[in-house]
């Protein structure tokens, strides 16, 4: 009975000492909550474009999705951030599969890091299953650097979030028909 004990009151004084590091001790660890609307993993474009704080849901995880990949157009910044291509994305947008017709249906622009090697060109216009991520490495760089009618630019803490924010594509490859 005696053992039992001493194991036991080891096992609380481990147990109290744990509940009391400190959060950068690498004893504890602590798992942020994700959002309830939180799906993980996504399984469409519609998904993605209608979570309110993607990194809180999928931080930098690797996220694999079909979509209809399209030229995103003509984009009118109203704030200029450099790496342009994190910041302003204008690589192409994806579309829920199917959905592409349809007025107000889910999209979501996407960045690609020039020195990746990705390439969209013979993918526009197609259905694809597009991987990236959430959170990439370079939106700590990211900063403004103008904004419309002459606005003093921004905090750099709300250009590294709104990065943050992008998802930027890791690999493209067509769907079979």
């Given at each position: 009975m005696r053992q039992y004990s001493v194991i036991l009151a080891a096992l609380v004084l481990t147990v109290g000492c744990m509940a009391e590091a400190s959060p950068t001790s690498s004893s504890v660890a602590v798992e942020p909550t994700p959002p309830a609307d939180c799906v993980n993993p996504p399984p469409d474009i519609a998904t993605l474009s209608d979570q309110a704080d993607p990194v809180a849901c999928y931080g930098d995880a690797p996220l694999t999705v079909d979509a209809y990949l399209t030229g995103s157009g003509v984009v009118e910044w109203m704030v200029v951030i450099e790496p342009a291509w994190l910041g302003n994305p204008t690589a192409g947008s994806l579309y829920l599969v199917g959905e592409t017709r349809k007025v107000g249906a889910p999209f979501l622009l996407v960045a690609v890091d020039p020195a990746s090697g990705v390439s969209f060109d013979e993918h526009f216009d197609s259905n694809v299953r597009i991987s990236g991520h959430?959170?990439?490495?370079?939106?700590?760089?990211?900063q403004?650097?103008?904004?419309?009618?002459?606005?003093?630019?921004?905090?750099?803490?709300?250009?590294?979030?709104?990065?943050?924010?992008?998802?930027?594509?890791?690999?493209?490859?067509?769907?079979?028909?």
């Open positions: 959430y959170d990439d490495p370079a939106a700590q760089t990211c403004e650097t103008g904004r419309a009618f002459g606005e003093t630019p921004g905090p750099a803490v709300e250009a590294i979030e709104l990065c943050r924010r992008t998802f930027v594509v890791t690999d493209v490859l067509p769907l079979e028909p």
